[in-house]
């Protein structure tokens, strides 16, 4: 073989990979420019596999965060999933923010000077505050989990577990803040009911941590968990009845919105579970009006509803117990 031959072949393969580069960058520009492109169940890889009810509308395994960033701006099967999630999060963190300081605090000050009651002391609200950042993470864990579940088994099991764990923390702030206000005037039963759910939630975090508890299978068990979890607020509730008698342990802990509460908990974790509607009607509620987009909406609204109810018990501590009037917002 002579030199000109070999730089000839070399100019040749140099050539032919310039051309297939040349061509990749194209498909990749092309790839940019397109929208993300959907797939139907059965093309999905194994792993994505969860709702066999759901036939259409699913991002396939991406393997990019950029992409899955992007998935945002195209209307899939996880678009409302995200952003019922999102949305009321950002609200969360601007009830953190303001809130307390220019809304509340205000308000019970004006009644307070004309009422004359105790006076709030930081705890009082940062109560308040503690309960906020507990709905917040766990929504934003829930909105991240569904913007990256399509990234790669890898990313969908971390970020499962991180909205696991988001449940686990709003479960327990929401106990241990109204705890606060409930028991206000006996820290000693706030301090007891509060170790127990810390206790509770330490081992609510072991299970949900471990990838066991992450499989499909477990699906019913997992919503029974989070319900017993948040059931164990019967406790406390309970104890207030013996020790305060049934009329006022319902004002100190607003028990008509913690009712409410639980009606939305308990009806999402249902409609979650048995994965109505579409368990009926396979491939009619793909993007629209499937079991864990009203699952989301439930827990939304339940999570305000104690808001409501920790809100009402804090401006009631400081309005006295026995007042007849349960303030309204
Ligand atoms: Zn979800």
Redesign the pocket.
């Known amino acids: 073989m002579t030199t000109t031959t070999v730089h000839q072949r070399n100019l040749k393969s140099y050539n032919g990979s310039k051309i297939s580069t040349n061509i990749k960058s194209e498909k990749n520009s092309q790839n940019k420019n397109q929208k993300i492109p959907l797939c139907s169940y059965s093309e999905l890889p194994e792993w994505q596999k969860d709702n066999e009810w759901i036939l259409h509308g699913y991002v396939r395994e991406t393997n990019s965060v950029v992409t899955c960033v992007k998935s945002m701006l195209t209307y899939h099967n996880e678009t409302l999933?995200i952003y019922s999630?999102l949305l009321p999060g950002i609200g969360y963190l601007l009830l953190l923010l303001f809130f307390t300081d220019l809304v509340l605090i205000p308000y019970l000050v004006s009644h307070m000077s004309m009422n004359g009651h105790e006076a709030i002391d930081v705890i009082d609200y940062l109560m308040i505050n503690f309960y906020l950042v507990g709905a917040f993470l766990c929504l934003m864990c829930?909105s991240f989990?569904?913007c990256f579940k399509q990234h790669s088994k890898k990313h969908s099991d971390m970020w499962s577990k991180a909205?696991y764990m988001g449940i686990v923390i709003l479960i327990s702030a929401s106990i241990i803040s109204l705890l606060y206000y409930g028991y206000y005037d006996h820290l000693s039963y706030f301090k007891i009911f509060t170790i127990i759910t810390i206790i509770l939630g330490s081992i609510c975090s072991v299970f949900v941590l471990n990838d066991k508890f992450n499989e499909k299978d477990f699906k019913i068990y997992r919503a029974t968990f989070f319900i017993l979890f948040g059931f164990s607020g019967i406790l406390p509730v309970g104890m207030g009845f013996l020790k305060f008698g049934i009329v006022e342990s319902c004002k100190r802990v607003q028990f008509n919105y913690l009712l409410l509460e639980a009606v939305c908990y308990i009806t999402g974790a249902l409609i979650y579970g048995f994965k109505l509607p579409e368990a009926f009607a396979p491939g009619k509620f793909d993007c629209f009006g499937n079991s864990?987009q009203i699952?989301?909406v439930f827990v939304v609204l339940g999570s305000l509803f104690h808001l409501r109810a920790v809100v009402g018990s804090f401006i009631l501590m400081h309005s006295g117990y026995h007042t007849n009037n349960l303030l309204i917002f």
């Open positions: 999933n999630h829930s989990f569904h909205d864990h699952f989301h």
